[in-house]
């Protein structure tokens, strides 16, 4: 039996930051160094950042990349590594894969699969690869891939692994979190392993980037398909194991060419280490699906704030559910000394959400203001009277509100620094349910991808993982409100949450016809009110905040739409 110690770099990079990123990826190397490791892999574009966009059109960019790897190959004194970057090459851009030893570069992968769908576009910027990439480091053969080379079944990349009889499969990955995701690789993973009859080590990006959250999860898969070692979630962690060579893989292998290639591949002729200390496995802690997701948005929000440079975010406290869960994770995500409250009370505001206010500000230890919006919005009406003339305002004096709300948030942003948090979530943002420039004013819309419903079991999710009542229970069952006229309810102008939720998860999420969404049983006024909120609210999220992503399919990136549309289903 041979055994290869291998480690996988779980590392959190910042966009276009390569003197941070390159000083990440060489510690993280000299600590594999250190273990004795006889081969380091770090993730997909690692030392860019993925995805760059159209930084890649800049021709700086590309050299940057080049001189980061350069500086990355001097560290590799003694130990195989394999870097992620941005790489150019006539007249071509790359989505690549370094191969390094001993201080020089050996190979470069060039990613053959390019996705081209959902939050992806590679196609945009990358040409494909055309040829595998395979080395031999001891009597074990290794091939180099980048992630959606595994993800498509029966692909080019996994035709030619199956054909080349490898024995490791490394998989360099930017695979972003949303629910649900983690056993969606697992099982690609283990059927490329249980395939392949080799082993996989799949090590991917950690991290907020704008709407995206990586949530790392490296693992490395046997033959048979079984986690063997894997890392912790939504952190950066060095992976290390031990991995056995199986015997029915170490059969006699045909001769290599005079050339010292062997099939196209390579051959490191320094042998592997022998003599050390077992690595010991521990044993990863899962979460649970609620677990999951506020750890992305506490992580997303985290490296929103910090990586864009602010050191405190404020946000507008009503006292309902939705600003209350934001604040939750903005407090776990910042530390509650860097986190502001700003309450602002109008005429129509209840005693009881008032009350509520301030119990958020009290129960997670951040500052609160109070800015009374009552005068500022008399002197409004009354300035506005002469053209407005006598007549209520209606909708037009709700929106007034909200939009002083806003720019009293902004205000207090540019007086101080701090970044503005919108507390709107994902089913108010789709049917429209807020006011441009006003609840919608800010830098990072935090639960623009939370349904309602998800925002109250993430509610309970908080006080069950503080062991009290951090979210007092009258704001869990207090109905919805945006207080902006008497006695006002959401369900007023909206369905039921229950109802809204599911044939929005429907529509926007599945892309699901209005027959089809009928068919499960609901009200076809009621569907086809929704879609027509939907489809009229474009305008809106366009000019909304990025928030973070947890769903299959979030606003933004994910689903893009015409504003100008006169499509009706």
């Not at 190959?73 to 071509?92: C, D, N, P």
């Not at 939050?119 to 910027?125: H, I, L, N, Q, S």
């Not at 692994?161 to 360099?172: A, E, P, S, T, W």
């Not at 200390?277 to 677990?291: S, Y």
């Amino acid at each position: 039996m041979s055994s290869l110690r291998i480690a996988l770099a779980q590392i959190n990079p910042t966009m276009g930051d390569f003197k941070t990123n390159t000083a990440k990826i060489k510690r993280n190397i000299i600590q594999a160094r250190k273990a004795d490791a006889d081969l380091v892999v770090c993730p997909e574009m690692v030392i860019c950042g993925y995805p760059p966009e159209d930084l890649l059109l800049q021709s700086g960019f590309l050299a940057a990349n080049e001189a980061a790897r350069q500086e990355v190959a001097r560290e590799t004194q003694a130990i195989t590594t394999v870097v992620g970057l941005a790489y150019g090459g006539h007249g071509k851009t790359f989505n690549s894969a370094a191969l390094m030893d001993e201080g020089k570069l050996l190979d470069v992968y060039h990613k053959i699969e390019l996705p081209n769908y959902g939050v992806f576009d590679e196609k945009r910027y990358f040409a494909p690869g055309r040829q595998p990439c395979f080395f031999e480091l001891g009597s074990w053969r290794i091939a180099i891939t980048i992630c959606e080379d595994l993800w498509i079944e029966n692909g080019v990349a996994e035709s030619v692994i199956q054909r080349q009889k490898v024995d490791l499969i490394v998989n360099l990955a930017a695979s972003p979190f949303h629910a649900g995701k983690q056993s969606v690789r697992q099982k690609i993973l283990n059927r490329i392993a249980q395939r392949s009859r080799a082993y996989v080590a799949y090590v991917n990006l950690v991290g907020g980037q704008d709407e995206l959250v990586f949530d790392g999860n490296s693992m490395i898969i046997n033959p048979r398909g079984e986690i063997v070692a894997g890392a912790g979630s939504f952190s950066e962690e060095l992976l290390l194991a031990d991995i056995e060579k199986p015997s029915r893989l170490a059969s006699p292998r045909p001769a290599s060419p005079k050339s010292g290639e062997y099939d196209g591949g390579l051959r490191i002729k320094r042998p592997l280490k022998s003599n050390r200390k077992a690595i010991r496995i521990k044993p990863v802690a899962k979460k649970n699906r609620l677990e999951n997701i506020y750890s992305a948005l506490v992580l997303g929000t985290r490296d929103y704030v910090k990586k864009n440079g602010f050191k405190k975010a404020v946000i507008g406290l009503s006292g309902g559910i939705d600003s209350s869960l934001t604040a939750a994770i903005a407090t776990a995500a910042l530390g509650c000394e860097n986190v502001i409250g700003l309450t602002m009370p109008s005429q129509y505001t209840s005693v009881a959400t008032r009350s509520d206010a301030g119990r958020i500000a009290e129960n997670f230890r951040i500052r609160l203001f109070t800015v009374p919006i009552k005068p500022i919005f008399a002197a409004y009406q009354k300035t506005l009277s002469g053209s407005w003339g006598p007549a209520p305002g209606g909708i037009a004096n709700e929106n007034l509100q909200a939009r002083i709300r806003g720019n009293i948030l902004m205000a207090f942003s540019n007086r101080f620094g701090w970044l503005v948090l919108t507390t709107g979530n994902k089913s108010e943002v789709a049917v429209g349910y807020c006011t441009l420039y006003g609840d919608m004013a800010g830098g990072l819309a935090v639960i623009k991808d939370v349904p309602k419903t998800l925002v109250y079991e993430l509610a309970q999710h908080v006080n069950e993982a503080a062991g009290r009542e951090l979210i007092p229970q009258s704001i869990m069952e207090r109905p919805p409100s945006a207080e902006l006229r008497p006695d006002q309810k959401d369900e007023d102008s909206l369905p039921p949450y229950g109802v809204l939720d599911p044939i929005l998860k429907e529509y926007v999420e599945e892309d699901r016809a209005l027959e089809e969404i009928i068919a499960e049983d609901f009200k076809k006024s009621t569907v086809l009110e929704i879609i027509q909120r939907v489809d009229r609210s474009e305008y809106k999220r366009r000019q909304s905040p990025p928030g973070i992503k947890i769903t299959p399919k979030a606003f933004g990136r994910d689903r893009r739409l015409p504003i100008t549309n006169q499509y009706r289903p």
